[in-house]
Nanobody, 121 residues
Framework: QVQLQESGPGLGKPSQTLSLTCTVSGGSITTSDYAWSWIRQPPGKGLEWLGVIDYDGCTYYSPSLKSRTTISRDTSKNQFSLQLVFVTPEDTAVYYC?????????????WGQGTQVTVSS
């Protein structure tokens, strides 16, 4: 069983950088055919895919957020991280890390529990 756990500060100020880390257990983030993504859900809204890092470390980002988003990994710790710069209150959301699976990576088969991030002045 794969388990994912988000960690990081839950409160930020506008213009700051949001930094979250996902710790993965039960599977390696370097195993082929899987990728590791960040998804968020603002209050009262749907899920929004932010980006992903694949098993080779290649990253792909939502076009609407790519200019502010960086996903990286630490393979020695089996962790991957999200940085979102110049945050605004509209970045307030529950942030999830997930594993992407399937031939088209269409299935997010494992999720972290989510962590609330609130951006306010």
């Amino acid at each position: 069983q794969v388990q994912l756990q988000e960690s990081g500060p839950g409160l930020g100020k506008p213009s700051q950088t949001l930094s979250l880390t996902c710790t993965v257990s039960g599977g390696s983030i370097t195993t082929s055919d899987y990728a590791w993504s960040w998804i968020r859900q603002p209050p009262g809204k749907g899920l929004e895919w932010l980006g992903v890092i694949d098993y080779d470390g290649c990253t792909y980002y939502s076009p609407s957020l790519k200019s502010r988003t960086t996903i990286s990994r630490d393979t020695s710790k089996n962790q991957f991280s999200l940085q979102l710069v110049f945050v605004t209150p509209e970045d307030t959301a529950v942030y999830y890390c997930t594993r992407e699976a399937g031939n088209g990576y269409e299935e997010n088969d494992y999720w972290g529990q989510g962590t609330q991030v609130t951006v306010s002045s």
